[in-house]
Nanobody, 119 residues
Framework: QVQLVESGGGLVQAGGSLRLSCAAS????????MGWYRQAPGKQRELVAS???????NYAESVKGRFTISRDNAKNSVYLQMNSLKPEDTAVYYC?????????????WGQGTQVTVSS
């Protein structure tokens, strides 16, 4: 019953900015980590950025210095601020929340939001 709702995607020119948001509804026991993935046409889905329950962040080399991931634990939400966008950033972006329970973990995914960067 947990659902992740994404927003913030759109069309921008190179050098522009977008802020993606993802909010989870429903009951989650505890969050182990949150992240953003993207998938470009003809390519595999790749991790863009993640943030652990302890606040540690990880970024793909291609977005370091341009993207910033943040979270709001009270709202079970995760955000991705994207600056200095490049055409290569064009992809469908998916948010992910990893739930941790006493018996294991479970991943929840958003439906994806399109980000298109023109040159």
């Amino acid at each position: 019953q947990v659902q992740l709702v994404e927003s913030g995607g759109g069309l921008v020119q190179a050098g522009g900015s977008l802020r993606l948001s993802c909010a989870a509804s429903g009951t989650i026991f505890a969050i182990n980590a949150m992240g953003w993935y993207r998938q470009a046409p003809g390519k595999q889905r790749e991790l863009v950025a993640s943030i652990t329950s302890g606040g540690s962040t990880n970024y793909a080399e291609s977005v370091k210095g341009r993207f910033t991931i943040s979270r709001d634990n009270a709202k079970n939400s995760v955000y991705l601020q994207m600056n200095s966008l490049k055409p290569e950033d064009t992809a469908v972006y998916y948010c992910n929340i990893r739930e941790i329970r006493p018996w294991g973990t479970r991943d929840y995914w958003g439906q994806g939001t399109q980000v298109t960067v023109s040159s």
